[in-house]
C-alpha cells in the first residue's frame, strides 16, 4: 500500500480550504511554519508542487486542486467512520466551537464544569468557521446561523454587531481618525460595511490586516485601532473594561445555538454538558 505521510494531509486540506497559511494553522492551533513544513514534506514525497505561493496569499496547481478533491473526501469518510465507533468505547463528549469564543467565553468558564463534574471528559474542537462536515462530526457545536425552530437547537445569543476600542488609548472621538483592524476571512469582510451602513460612518482608509479575530482583538487591546465584531465574542473583554462600545450594538438576523449533531446518541455526560453549556450561555450577559 503506497501511503504519503498521513500527518500531513489534515494540514493540507486545511491550507487547501483557506488559501492562507496563517489562518490554517490559526484552525490547527500551530504556527504557520510547522504547517509550510508539513506541506513541503508532502510536495516532495509527490514530487510535484502543489501550492503557488506569493506574499498574501496561496492558490492551489492543477495537480493540488485534484489531489484535494480526492483527500477532503476520504479524510472526511475517515472521520465519520471514526466518530461512529469512537463514542462507544468512550464516554468523551465532543464539542464544536468558534475559536474566539472558546478563548473568551468557554474556557475562563470550564473550571466551574469540572469542580461539578470532575469525571468530565471534553474534547474541544475549534476553528475559524464551521463547515458541515465539522460538525457533523461532534456531539454538540456551537453554530451561527438564522432563525432555527428544530428541536436540536437552542437558542444561546441574538447576535448583534459592535465597534470596540481600547478607551485608555484611543479616544471615542478619536473613532473616526484610527485605523480599521480587519480580519482577512470571507465571513468577517461584510461586518465593517455593515455596521457602517447602518451607523452613518465611513470605514478608516487607514487599515490593519490580519489572519484571525483572536489577532484583532489583540490588536484591539494594544490600540492599534478599532474593530467590528460580534458582541459575545468580545463581552467579556468589555465587562473587565479592556474594550468599549462606540454608539450602541447593531442588532442582527443571525443567533448563536447550540445544537445536538449526534441526537440519537444519548449519554449522561452529553446531557450535563448540553445542560451546562445552556446555563452558562444564560449567565454570560447577566454578568
Request: aromatic fraction near 8%.
Amino acid at each position: 500500500m503506497q501511503l504519503p505521510p498521513l500527518k500531513s494531509l489534515p494540514y493540507f486540506i486545511a491550507v487547501a480550504k483557506h488559501k492562507h497559511f496563517a489562518q490554517a494553522a490559526a484552525e490547527l492551533n500551530l504556527t504557520a511554519g510547522a504547517i509550510s513544513q508539513q506541506i513541503k514534506q508532502l510536495e516532495q514525497y509527490l514530487g510535484t508542487t502543489l501550492f503557488n505561493r506569493d506574499t498574501k496569499h496561496v492558490e492551489l496547481t492543477n495537480d493540488g486542486m485534484r489531489y484535494y478533491k480526492e483527500i477532503e473526501a476520504a479524510l472526511i469518510h475517515i472521520e465519520q467512520a471514526t466518530s461512529q465507533i469512537k463514542p462507544l468505547n468512550q464516554d468523551t463528549v465532543q464539542l464544536r466551537i468558534f475559536s474566539t469564543l472558546a478563548v473568551q467565553w468557554l474556557i475562563p468558564r470550564l473550571s466551574d464544569l469540572y469542580l461539578k463534574h470532575p469525571d468530565i471528559n471534553l474534547n474541544m474542537m475549534t476553528s475559524t468557521e464551521l463547515k458541515t462536515h465539522d460538525v457533523d462530526s461532534a456531539d454538540l457545536s456551537i453554530q451561527l446561523g438564522l432563525a432555527d425552530s428544530t428541536s436540536k437547537a437552542v437558542k444561546l445569543w441574538q447576535n448583534q454587531l459592535v465597534l470596540v476600542y481600547n478607551p485608555q488609548i484611543i479616544k471615542a472621538n478619536e473613532i473616526k481618525n484610527s485605523p480599521a483592524i480587519v480580519v482577512n476571512h470571507p465571513l468577517r469582510e461584510q461586518d465593517w460595511q455593515s455596521f457602517c451602513d447602518s451607523t452613518h460612518l465611513t470605514i478608516p482608509s487607514k487599515k490593519i490586516s490580519v489572519a484571525t479575530t483572536i489577532h484583532a482583538l489583540q490588536a484591539v487591546e494594544n490600540g492599534l485601532g478599532s474593530f467590528v465584531t460580534h458582541l459575545p465574542l468580545v463581552y467579556a473583554l468589555i465587562q473587565n473594561k479592556r474594550l468599549s462600545i462606540w454608539q450602541e450594538p447593531l442588532p442582527l438576523s443571525q443567533c448563536y445555538y447550540l445544537v445536538d449533531n449526534q441526537p440519537h446518541r444519548h449519554t449522561a455526560n452529553k446531557k450535563i454538558v448540553h445542560d451546562w453549556l445552556i446555563e452558562q450561555a444564560q449567565q454570560y450577559f447577566e454578568s
